[in-house]
């Protein structure tokens, strides 16, 4: 099974994905967090990492295909995955699918969280204080947000043209959001086979 995870900043793409890999019990494929994980290397090229995520900014469509396209050729990617926080560019969605198609694999999901501008800005606030991500600041937020308006926001009618997009309203407990999230991917699995 592939799921691909949307949602803007603070939509709780996070929280989601986390519950559902435990639930289907595939591997969790997040770009934030290779990100944050490479950006630790005292490289020119960790450097240049932790430049773009502290300002909100994309790294580059290239690394993180390259990123994806390593790690989705592991074995344990073999049943199927989770993608959280990619594609985030058009360039990004455009070669995933090629990737798909290549390895002959079904996009089963793509779910959207659905959540106002006011309620991102606050839950992003919020998380400031508890986790203290170098980009849960004021400034970046915005810059994030515009990120996620001009990039990423128009992949939503990408999928939704190939009848791939599941709308979940992402407001309340996450533990309701994942019921919401789960039914949408249930209804959508009922007489559709997954993945070999
Ligand atoms: P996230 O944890 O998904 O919010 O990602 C944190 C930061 O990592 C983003 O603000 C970007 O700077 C960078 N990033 C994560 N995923 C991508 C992606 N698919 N394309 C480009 N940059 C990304």
Avoid at 26 to 44: N, V, W
Avoid at 68 to 84: F, I
Wanted: overall charge neutral.
């Amino acid at each position: 099974m592939i799921i691909i995870l949307m949602g803007a900043p603070g939509s709780g793409k996070g929280t989601q994905s986390k519950r559902l890999v435990e639930y289907f019990g595939i591997p969790h494929l997040s770009t934030g967090d290779m990100l944050r994980e490479a950006q630790k290397q005292p490289t020119e090229a960790g450097r240049k990492i932790a430049a773009c995520i502290d300002s909100g900014r994309l790294v580059s469509d290239e690394l993180i295909l390259t990123l994806v396209e390593e790690r989705l050729s592991h074995p344990a990617c073999q049943l199927g995955c989770l993608l959280d926080g990619v594609p985030r560019t058009t360039v990004q969605a455009e070669r995933l699918d090629e990737l798909f198609r290549r390895k002959n694999w079904t996009l089963d999901h793509v779910i959207a969280l659905c959540v106002p501008q006011a309620e991102l800005v606050r839950r992003l606030l919020a998380r400031a204080t508890v986790e203290g991500r170098a980009d849960d600041t004021p400034d970046t937020i915005s810059q994030r947000m515009e990120v996620y308006q001009r990039q990423t926001a128009p992949l939503l009618d990408f999928f939704r043209s190939r009848g791939l997009l599941r709308e979940v309203d992402a407001v309340g407990s996450p533990d309701d959001v994942f019921r919401r999230v789960l039914s949408m991917v249930n209804q959508q699995t009922q007489g559709s086979s997954t993945r070999n």
